[in-house]
């Protein structure tokens, strides 16, 4: 696979002509970017290979600002005549377009001034036929496991390298590579009559930070299996634990809540909530984007300003919002450095594992997959398809199946009673298992 920091100068250059463009084409000012990524994505299922898919994909954009007005446009051509038509385009829609006082660049003050190496580029010079071999022996150690694993979804490996680079006529301009490896397995197993399907995945920014092939295999065979013998419940309410894996979800709906363009357009129960309570006092949420290797991390935000780590709740409190430069202004508040969404959001755990955890639950709901999109942020209503197991006496008893667990985002963050060690740090969202004190389940 091609490698990317040679090609960052090359890029710098196309987004200066660019920006230079803009500005002989009337715009007062400018940003814009330009990304180059290349990859390699192998599927492998009973062993024959399905897909061997090569990728190379670039893409360049910008904004314009004529008299508050903004106008944007992007291409996947690079060549010289591409960059004056989409300079040229982003213009034309800014001179058609209604001023607003908000639109504009982020302060000078606030841009990254030294780009940290973050250590995001970690090349990976497999070929297809290595990555098919990797994907083969995942897949085989998971049907290996138990003769109820009859079927298999497939084994999936990727690898990507890619380059970004943005700036904007305020005079910042910096770029970065990196890198991004995965593997997944899903399989089938089978009791009597019943089937059950489950999956299992590693993400890295470095291949030798990936977890073993056959151990992502095993425990894909194992979720499988342990779901089977699936039970429904009657309708109750009841202590609930939301696995790790699953936690991450809460912790999107919550990213969510926090973000510029839902509060500026009031459409998030969170709207005028800074500096109130929102969990128990034990809680700290904060955004770590400089971290090594970090699955989000970044040196700077989609508008240049240097990212730095951050509260977002600290003793239960909602302390800050995650912004943009336009949110807020809208909101009568400064950037957060968060154009582009939140980096590496953590929630510090409480301290307990997760038999602890299943213990403190003593009799409820432990969750382990959930379904649908049911989580809405104007008004704070959750409800979501589950499954997982009963829990009796801090011990699970059986897998459950087709039950659906509600709720209201605001009780549950207030009713929210340990936070697992078991954290799940392979995407951008890294938090252990939560136990919440209590929650509608739904089943027949």
């Known amino acids: 696979m091609e490698t990317m920091p040679q090609r960052i100068d090359e890029l710098k250059q196309r987004v200066e002509d660019l920006l230079a463009e803009a500005r002989r084409q009337g715009a007062d000012a400018a940003e814009a970017g330009v990304g180059l990524d290349a990859g390699l994505a192998v599927t492998v299922r009973l062993g024959e290979v399905e897909t061997v898919e090569h990728t190379r994909d670039q893409g360049l954009g910008i904004t314009v600002y004529i008299g508050g007005r903004k106008g944007s446009a992007s291409t996947s051509d690079l060549s010289p005549q591409a960059l004056r038509d989409t300079a040229g385009k982003a213009c034309a829609i800014a001179r058609h377009m209604q001023p607003d006082p908000c639109n504009g660049l982020p302060d000078p003050e606030r841009l990254a001034r030294v780009i940290p190496d973050l250590d995001l580029h970690h090349p990976w010079g497999i070929d297809a036929e290595g990555a098919i071999e990797i994907a083969r022996a995942c897949e085989q150690a998971g049907r290996d496991l138990d003769p109820r694993i009859v079927n298999s979804e497939g084994a999936s490996l990727n690898t990507n390298a890619g380059v970004k680079v943005c700036g904007n006529s305020a005079g910042f301009l910096a770029g970065y590579p990196s890198t991004r490896h995965g593997l997944s397995c899903a ?63 809460l912790m999107r709906a919550f990213a969510g809540a926090i973000s510029g363009g839902n509060l500026y357009r009031q459409a998030s129960f969170l709207l005028d909530r800074l500096g109130k309570d929102l969990f128990p006092r034990f809680v700290r949420i904060h955004e770590d984007p400089l971290r090594l290797r970090g699955a989000a991390s970044a040196p700077f935000d989609a508008e240049g300003v240097a990212t730095l780590p951050k509260d977002f709740v600290s003793e239960g409190v909602l302390v800050s919002y995650a912004l943009d430069t336009y949110a807020a202004c809208r909101l009568h508040l400064e950037t957060t450095g968060n154009a582009g969404g939140v980096r590496n959001l953590v929630m510090e755990p409480t301290g307990e594992d997760r038999e602890a955890l299943l213990r403190r639950l003593d009799t409820g709901l432990l969750v382990t997959e959930m379904m649908g999109q049911g989580a809405n942020l104007v008004t704070g209503d959750y409800s979501r398809g589950a499954s997982g197991f009963w829990v009796e006496g801090g ?37 252990g298992s939560w136990l919440i004190e209590r929650m509608m389940v739904a089943g027949e």
């Open 187 to 249: 399989l089938v197993g089978r009791q009597g009559g019943e089937m059950q399907r489950d999956y299992w995945w590693t993400s890295a920014r470095a291949p030798e930070d990936l977890e073993a092939p056959e151990a992502v295999g095993m425990h894909a065979a194992e979720r499988a299996v342990n779901r089977l013998g699936a039970r429904k419940l009657d309708t109750r309410e009841c202590p609930v634990l939301f696995q790790a894996d699953v936690a991450t979800s």
């Open 395 to 431: 011990v699970i008893q059986y897998p459950v199946q087709e039950i659906t667990i509600a709720g209201n985002l605001r009780e549950m963050f207030a009713g929210l009673r340990a936070v697992g060690t078991d954290l799940d740090r392979r995407g951008g969202m890294h938090t």
